[in-house]
């Protein structure tokens, strides 16, 4: 629980909002002071650092290397055993309040696994998810994804759903635990391509290599990559790609992955 606690903390201070917000406290509090001169440089630093990310693509092109890491599945040729998707597309708390199914940005997860599903009914099904919320460590995914499977006619029936998984980590190892995937089953692994590096690394580590399926996609090639002038968005990408960069080194030195950027096996 500690470590789990402690992540959240680190995810909370990689958001560029938290810093720069901060920054501008503190460096408008030093211009009352005496020391209104180490403010005015902190201010400074504070437009320099918004501006970098506003102005230039930088989140894009972070968050492009990780997406361009596995390719894109266009077909799966030969059979299929199973297919595992990971949690974090639902809104499990609104969801529970609604009680309507509520689905993030990266709603893909959900869409292309009932897909898949329809289009492999004998493969086995596993939904992993529980809550990696502080504040509400009850709410599962798991409730949530039942109910929007129901919804899109996937017989629940076929799908193991593991709800006690806080993070990546847990969701290979808890998941691996209930499938028991057997020597030269071949499995499908979805979750959104920007999170495929680390979900891959995780899985080869607890002994499973499933097939990557990348979905949830937020660029879109060298059109993209250009100047501009979009301070949200641009903050917005930045603190995505700065999280997840942390999170595969942060993987690599707890030895939940055997390397910092996992890539295609050949």
Request: proline share 6%; net charge positive; with cysteine.
């Amino acid at each position: 629980m500690a470590m789990f606690i402690f992540s959240k903390i680190v995810v909370l201070l990689l958001n560029p909002g938290v810093w720069l917000f901060a920054l501008l406290a503190v460096g408008t509090l030093l211009l009352w002071t005496r020391w209104r001169r180490i403010g005015r440089r902190i201010l400074t630093a504070t437009c320099l650092i918004v501006v970098i990310p506003t102005v230039l693509p930088l989140g894009i092109v972070m968050i492009g290397a990780l997406e361009d890491r596995f390719p894109t599945v266009r077909r799966i040729d030969g059979s299929v055993d199973g297919i595992v998707v990971l949690g974090g597309a639902v809104k499990q708390v609104v969801t529970q309040y609604r009680n309507q199914p509520s689905l993030t940005d990266g709603a893909e997860r959900m869409t292309e696994f009932v897909a898949l599903a329809k289009r492999y009914p004998a493969a086995r099904l596993v939904f992993s998810g529980g809550s990696g919320l502080v504040g509400h460590p009850d709410v599962k995914e798991t409730d949530t994804a039942r109910l929007f499977f129901d919804q899109l006619g996937l017989d629940t029936s076929r799908v193991i759903f593991e709800g006690e998984s806080r993070n990546t980590h847990e969701n290979a190892l808890f998941s691996h635990r209930l499938a028991r995937p057997g020597p030269g089953e071949r499995w499908v692994l979805v979750t959104s391509a920007m999170h495929m590096p680390r979900s891959v690394g995780v899985f080869r580590k607890v002994g499973w290599k499933p097939l990557p399926y990348p979905v949830d996609y937020v660029t879109y090639g060298a059109a993209q990559r250009r100047f501009g002038f979009d301070m949200l968005s641009g903050l917005a990408s930045f603190g995505l790609a700065l999280r997840e960069w942390t999170a595969l080194a942060a993987y690599r030195l707890l030895g939940r992955t055997d390397t910092f950027f996992p890539a295609p096996q050949r």
